[in-house]
């Protein structure tokens, strides 16, 4: 697949998690909750792969391993989304709870990946920023839903579907919005 297509899949799927918080309202319901989680996961899985193709946190052998950290990541995380919509894994299952961490760890490590993009200079314009931005959701989220109450969770889902709605965006236009390689220092 083209960088454009897996942008444009990375795109559809943002929005994922937004739906599910509008579907469940707060309820526990697995299978809506590991089905968002699954479709969330494959759009930032898209996302990441062009992102990994384009180099877009460099050239060097940290801009490749902060971005295949993230990809193992995303995949237990997907994983979480299937045995949680199916129910084959209980969640006293360490398993389970392995995959189950692995979704906030990718949260976390996307600000490692966005500041990596930044400093890499590899994306183009405002297309650099994407990355840290939906970064920054979540430990943004998480402190205003103390303070400001339940209905900031809902603000910040729709927030987080536009940041990952622009990131797919951001990465579909692909290697024409990515700067030529230099050499790596290190080989």
Do not use: H
């Not at 946190?57 to 989304?81: I, N």
């Not at 840290?132 to 910040?156: D, F, K, N, R």
């Amino acid at each position: 697949m083209n960088d454009r297509i897996l942008g444009t899949i990375a795109m559809v799927c943002a929005p994922a998690l937004l739906v599910e918080a509008l579907l469940t309202g707060g309820e526990e319901r697995p299978l809506v909750i590991g089905l968002a989680s699954m479709v969330f996961m494959a759009g930032w899985i898209c996302s990441n792969t062009v992102m990994r193709r384009t180099r877009a946190a460099g050239t060097g052998w940290w801009g490749r391993a902060v971005l295949l950290v993230q990809l193992f990541g995303l995949v237990l995380a997907c994983l979480f989304g299937f045995f949680e919509a199916t129910g084959l894994l209980g969640r006293d299952d360490l398993a389970f709870n392995v995959m189950d961490i692995a979704w906030p760890l990718s949260m976390a490590w996307m600000l490692v990946v966005g500041i990596t993009v930044v400093v890499a200079k590899r994306m183009s314009g405002w297309r650099r920023f994407v990355p840290l931005l939906c970064g920054t959701w979540l430990p943004l989220g998480i402190p205003l839903q103390i303070v400001l109450g339940e209905q900031t969770g809902s603000i910040m889902f729709g927030v987080s579907a536009v940041f990952w709605v622009l990131l797919g965006y951001a990465v579909r236009g692909g290697s024409e919005q990515t700067a030529p390689a230099p050499e790596p220092a290190v080989r």
